[in-house]
């Protein structure tokens, strides 16, 4: 199980004050999966639940920086991730929608991290080399959002620099992370994968990619 992380207060392994690629993996897993019908982050997925799948993923990349935001069903997520995400942030206002859950990430981290690269617990095609592809093209810049492209639009899995993080931490509600790409403020680098696309909203889907 990760070890419970109070918002604002990270107490694992502290970035490098001179090392700008400290990168923290948020791996957002708190909704109610309401079109799926149950805790789909609990599902099945080439023998792995959906979550321990994308938690391990976000610790391969990220080592201890890894962070899990449950909600919904949390110790049922939590349990089914296993040791695979270093830390758990609990969102407790989960029914408000994806931005309370990036929110609550934001603040828990942001006072050391150099980079949040946010992931779904529903993207079960991200591959490894995806998501180092997005570190090693993110230059540092506090201004520089590096964002996958796919099917025409872009989306997560996404890297955030510093300079976005005060915008994370004030989303709220349905309004997802989608809304801070479109700022003028920022540079958006996207690396392309078209798997990216393939994200589980219904039983159906799941079943697809497992014919």
């Known amino acids: ?45 080439n023998g792995k639940a959906l979550v321990r799948r994308a938690a391990e993923l976000a610790r391969e990349i990220c080592g201890d920086n890894a962070i899990l935001v449950t909600g919904h069903d949390s110790a049922a997520v939590a349990k089914a991730a296993g040791d695979a995400a270093r830390f758990l942030v609990v969102n407790h206002r989960h029914s408000e929608g994806m931005g309370s859950s990036i929110a609550a990430a934001a603040k828990a981290v942001s006072h050391v991290a150099d980079g949040i690269l946010l992931m779904l617990a529903d993207q079960p095609l991200i591959t490894p080399s995806h998501l180092r592809a997005l570190c090693d093209n993110w230059s540092g810049a506090d201004d520089e959002i590096v964002a996958t492209s796919f099917a025409n639009t872009m989306g997560p899995p996404v890297l955030f620099p510093p300079g976005a993080f005060k915008h994370l931490a004030a989303l709220a509600g349905d309004r997802g ?14 690396v392309k994968f078209e798997d990216a696309a393939v994200d589980i909203d219904t039983p159906n889907d799941l079943a697809k990619l497992q014919d």
């Not at 070890?3 to 700008?20: I, N, W």
């Not at 690629?21 to 791996?27: D, H, L, Q």
């Not at 992370?177 to 996207?190: D, H, Q, Y």
């Open 177 to 190: 992370a989608r809304c801070i790409l479109r700022e003028s403020r920022f540079t958006v680098k996207t």
């Open 1 to 45: 199980m990760p070890t419970a992380l109070t918002t604002g207060r990270y107490h694992g392994l502290r970035s490098d004050p001179t090392d700008r690629r400290s990168v923290f993996a948020v791996v957002l897993a708190a909704g109610s999966a309401s079109r799926y019908g149950r805790s789909k982050q609990l599902e099945d997925f």
